[in-house]
């Protein structure tokens, strides 16, 4: 099951790279222009067919992929005076570009659409990440369901929770616990809790939370028991809660009672509330990206543990997908797992490619918004149209970009394998 996972992950993220890539070509097609090359994956060929004009294929390094169109580079708007490296690379790139263009092909380069069609172009891979993602997710959670702590009662706590050994059973002179006081019994199910309706185990909580803990207070409960409602009275006291790694001493309002968990459909709010949810978290590991980079060096090279909530990469996925699909879980709960993983990948994709930085596709329409503002004002102001932006000027940030992209990759890959990160720590 543990290699049923991994390549569920493997093939699930490769179709993900593939679809994204199918989301830059379709529009770059219907707009006219010539695409040579649709590869998912790096390095050498592993397969490839033409089809028309296209070459359509595998590599080796399935860490990625790519579209090749022609005329990505405009030509100069006029002769370059500059001498220095800079320089030399923009006008290698320039003649690269160029020189993929036949004869017939004049109009079917990329630099020639307009600024709306250039955003299509390059919104389109991450888009498809993002409809992805959000069909995932939808799947699991109207669809098949994901486990829920309900409002059932799963098991009643005998005593209170600093009277319980280290084998888990309560000491011989342990006071009841609240709930067995008040006569809550396995099975119950928590229709309300003083004047609060518990229609889950969120409300549950909060319930018990804004109970009154005064001497001899009394919160009613009602269940239902065999078909039957049931009114019961609580005194819903304060315990200690002993300190944790990251968390001090706390009292806390307690009960006795654990729930039952099953399988619950959610709304489509739900799926909406988690892109939004991982839409943030990833701004937020974005932002602190070299701090997360630190940390990675640390547990790759001295032996520091691993960060859960760090970064991880496709090797670190993989890993995780297998230990999810090993779990002693019903099968239904490992597979609805597994698919969040899948959508939690796609969202990050989404978000990651839409950085305003080349060589990413965020880079690109960045570009294009410039190229389009420009022209704007251009003939606001009346004056000629400046045509295309100069892209080779940008080269070297994207040469740049792409090669930190390129250690921090193989930076993951080496601590997934390493100090990988496991389920429950």
Known sequence: MSLVGILFLFFGILLSIALHEVGHMVPAKRFGVKVTQYMVGFGPTVWSKFKGDTEYGFKAIPLGGYIRMIGMIPPASKPSRGKGRFSQIAEEARVQSLSEIEVGDENKVFYKLSTPKKLVVMIGGPFMNLVLAFLIFTVAFVGIGVPAATNQVREVVLCL??????????????????????????????????STPTANWSEVGAAISEADTRDFALTPIVVERAGQTISLRAEIILVTRPATEGFAETQSPYLGISPVVATQREGIDEVFGVMRDITTATGAAIISLPARVGDLFGAAFLGEPRDPEGLVGVVGVTRVGGEIA????????????????????????????????????????????????????????????????????????????????????????????????????
């Not at 280290?166 to 006569?183: E, F, H, M, N, R």
């Not at 965020?362 to 503002?373: D, I």
């Open 326 to 425: 090993a779990a002693d879980l019903p099968g239904s709960w490992r597979f609805v797992q597994l698919l969040l993983l899948l959508g939690a990948m796609n969202m990050a994709l989404f978000l990651f490619n839409m950085i305003p930085l080349l060589p990413l596709d965020g880079g690109h329409v960045a570009g294009a918004l410039f190229e389009g503002a420009r022209r704007q004002w251009a003939k606001l102001i009346k004056r000629p149209d400046p045509g295309p932006a100069d892209v080779a000027k940008m080269l070297p940030v994207a040469y740049s970009m792409a090669s930190v992209l390129v250690v921090l990759a193989l930076l993951l890959i080496y601590v997934d394998v390493v100090n990988p990160i496991r389920i429950g720590g």
């Open 161 to 194: 929770p600093n009277e319980i050994s280290v084998s888990g059973q309560c000491q011989a002179d342990a006071s009841p616990s609240p709930a067995v006081l008040a006569g809550v019994q396995t099975g119950d199910i928590i229709k309300s809790i003083g």
